[in-house]
């Protein structure tokens, strides 16, 4: 696993993993590691390079899952909880036989970030996000967000403050298993450097990336 880099881990923080999802074996190789679903959906990509990053990303994640409960990576079954919003399973995935571990997955380009956590966990990366599509976030933002945005001077500084913000927001409501059911403008996270906002209680962090991209990591109270 030489293209997947652990950044940190220990105690009860999360561990993390960066993947280069250009750098893998491939869906050929990693064929009989995926389950049916997996497969199907790697098979719906209309274009090579997307497949190949997609396989990369989730034989990634069986890897590092499989190599903490000290597995074969192709053994694990998935399933989704509960939506916390409705009740129905398409909540966070979780492990079907493994519920005290926790983790995360996410992509873009040619990067993925896989974290792991005794406490449920979520995890979002992004390429930085263009201009036009920065202004289109930031009109979706938590109200003190937009303010925040507002002040900045330039461009250049905003687009990168609202993919600080976009990242951070879509690591929380995936840790809390609603995603983008969930309004994106119910919950401040924040869009400077340095400490996030925290809320209900979750802890929030930006995740050092290669230039070009944005990360953070978002864990439950204990």
């Known amino acids: 696993m030489d293209h997947i880099q652990q950044w940190a881990g220990g105690g009860d923080d999360a561990a993390l993993w960066l993947v280069r999802t250009d750098a893998g074996p491939g869906?050929?190789?990693?064929a009989g590691v995926l389950d049916a679903d997996e497969r199907r959906r790697a098979a719906a990509f209309?274009?090579?390079?997307?497949?190949?990053?997609?396989?990369n990303a989730h034989v990634a994640l069986r890897r590092v899952l499989g190599e903490r409960l000290d597995r074969a990576p192709g053994t694990l079954r998935f399933v989704r909880l509960p939506c916390p919003g409705c009740g129905e399973p398409h909540g966070r995935p979780a492990l079907a036989d493994a519920p005290g571990l926790h983790f995360s997955l996410s992509h873009s380009g040619d990067l993925a970030l896989v974290a792991l956590a005794a406490v449920p966990v979520g995890a979002d990366v992004e390429e930085l996000t263009q201009s036009l599509a920065a202004d289109d976030l930031?009109?979706?933002?938590?109200?003190?967000?937009?303010?925040?945005?507002?002040?900045?001077?330039?461009?250049?500084?905003?687009r990168l403050a609202v993919s600080r913000a976009w990242v951070r927001k879509e690591a929380y409501l995936k840790g809390i298993g609603t995603g983008l059911s969930r309004s994106?403008?119910?919950?401040?996270?924040?869009?400077?450097?340095?400490?996030?906002?925290?809320?209900?209680?979750?802890?929030l962090r930006d995740?050092?990336?290669?230039?070009?991209?944005a990360a953070a990591v978002a864990l439950s109270p204990a």
């Open 138 to 158: 930031a009109g979706v933002l938590h109200p003190r967000e937009r303010a925040e945005l507002a002040a900045l001077a330039g461009p250049a500084e905003r």
């Open 46 to 55: 209309a274009f090579d390079r997307h497949r190949l990053r997609y396989v």
């Open 207 to 213: 995740v050092p990336v290669p230039a070009g991209y």
């Open 27 to 30: 869906p050929a190789a990693d």
């Open 184 to 203: 994106p403008d119910l919950d401040y996270v924040g869009t400077l450097p340095g400490s996030p906002g925290a809320p209900g209680g979750w802890s």
